[in-house]
Each structure stands twice: as structure tokens, then as C-alpha cells.
């Protein structure tokens, strides 16, 4: 079935630093919609990004992603990291036709000075 | 814009017990959903629904029932309570299904002693 793997677990950053957080994906639809979600402390998730456009960069906030359908990836990257980014992520797939939606099992990120 | 409210926040009941969450959306979004989410697994569907009186169970339906008696809300019913459970229960609504922006509630903190 249908599915999305995440980096896992806690990943620490010293600030001004390069984020990555990898997600891959799983889905026997041609036409996947890819999420990033941020999840603050004592705050509801909220889109990040989104993208079902093949090799397209999409830019939110200072986060980048971009889908590659060959190789099921939509990893989600930012040139330097801050304080302010750390929260957990979740990236998410879903399609248009399809009636489920998957989120991996998150990513925590802390920032550290 | 528009508002998720949950209720209540807090939610400590004893094993065995049935306990009811609520939600409501003002967005007049089609689509509502239920999540659970623990530590290290991410947020896990259990039910949605794409329009009043509709259900559709998630990967974690089992134990749970929910209610869509209105296009504005969407309650979600744990049958027996478990010793010891911890969790946070999400509500999200959207347009429609695919591709669209979930917007998330503050979410429920359910106990159970």
C-alpha cells in the first residue's frame, strides 16, 4: 500500500547550518500530492509546502522541496537553519483520486545556537 | 480565514470508560478528519468524512466511532478507553480530498488512569 518514510526520529542542528529532511515515498498513483507540515509547540500543524508538478522547486518561508517522481522523493532543505525553525515536520502524501491520506512519522528538529 | 475549535482540551477519563471529542470548523470545508498522534509515530488517521453524514475509516478506526451530523462538525467517540493511554487527537478539515490544505484544531489530550 501506500506509504511515506521520513527522516525519523530527532535531528539537531547548530544554527546557520543547511537543513535536510528527507521523505520517500511510496504510492501506486502517477499523480501523488506531496506535503511538508510544521508542527510548533503549543501551535496546530500547518502547510509548509506542497507539490504534485514533477522536478519543480516549490519555496515557502525560506523551505525548499522539490518532487522527484523517479526516484519518489520531496525532500525538504533550507540554506541555513534558525532558532525559530525548530518544531516537528511531517511530510505527507496524498492524490486526488485517492481516499486516504499518509503522513510519515515525523521529524524533530532543534536548533542549537 | 476560519477557526478549528476542539473540545475540551483536556480529557482524562478511566479504563473502560466512553469518552466523546468534538470539533468544529467554520472554514465550510467539505472534508473533515480525525488524527491521533503519538511520540515517534506520527499523525495516524482514524476516521474522515467528505460531507455530512458521511464516515470512512482511517488505518486506526478499530476502537474508535465518530459522528457527522453536521457539515460544521465532526465527533470522534473512544469506545473503551485504555489504562494508561496517552494521546493528542487532531481534527482537520479541508475542501475536498487530494491535493488540498488540511487545516488543523488545537487538538484533545486525552489521559486515561
Known amino acids: 500500500g501506500d506509504s511515506v518514510t521520513q527522516t525519523e526520529g530527532l535531528v539537531t542542528l547548530t544554527e546557520g547550518l543547511p537543513v535536510m529532511l528527507n521523505c520517500t515515498y511510496q504510492?501506486?498513483?502517477?499523480?501523488?500530492?506531496l506535503f511538508w507540515y510544521v508542527h510548533y509547540l503549543n501551535e496546530s500543524p500547518r502547510l509548509l509546502l506542497k507539490s504534485s508538478t514533477d522536478n519543480k522547486r516549490t519555496e515557502h518561508q525560506g523551505f525548499h522541496a522539490t518532487l522527484h517522481k523517479s526516484s519518489s522523493s520531496f525532500h525538504l532543505q533550507k540554506s541555513s537553519a534558525q532558532l525559530s525553525d525548530s518544531a516537528l515536520y511531517y511530510c505527507?502524501?496524498?492524490?486526488?483520486?485517492?481516499?486516504?491520506?499518509?503522513f510519515g512519522k515525523g521529524t524533530s528538529l532543534t536548533v542549537i545556537p | 480565514g476560519g477557526i478549528i475549535t476542539q473540545t475540551p482540551k483536556f480529557l482524562i477519563g478511566q479504563e473502560g470508560q466512553k469518552l466523546t471529542l468534538k470539533c468544529q470548523q467554520n472554514f465550510n470545508h467539505d472534508t473533515m478528519y480525525w488524527y491521533r498522534q503519538d511520540s515517534g509515530k506520527g499523525l495516524r488517521l482514524i476516521y474522515y468524512?467528505?460531507?455530512?453524514?458521511?464516515?470512512q475509516k482511517g488505518d486506526l478506526s478499530e476502537g474508535y466511532d465518530a459522528s457527522r451530523e453536521k457539515k460544521s462538525s465532526f465527533s470522534l467517540t473512544v469506545t473503551s478507553a485504555q489504562k494508561n493511554e496517552m494521546a493528542v487527537f487532531l481534527c482537520?478539515?479541508?475542501?475536498?480530498?487530494?491535493?488540498?490544505?488540511?487545516?488543523f484544531g488545537p487538538g484533545t489530550r486525552l489521559t486515561v488512569l
Open positions: 505527507a502524501l496524498s492524490d486526488t483520486g485517492y481516499q486516504n491520506f499518509y
Open positions: 482537520a478539515s479541508s475542501i475536498d480530498l487530494g491535493g488540498w490544505e488540511q487545516y
Open positions: 468524512s467528505i460531507t455530512e453524514n458521511d464516515l
Open positions: 504510492t501506486i498513483y502517477s499523480n501523488p500530492f
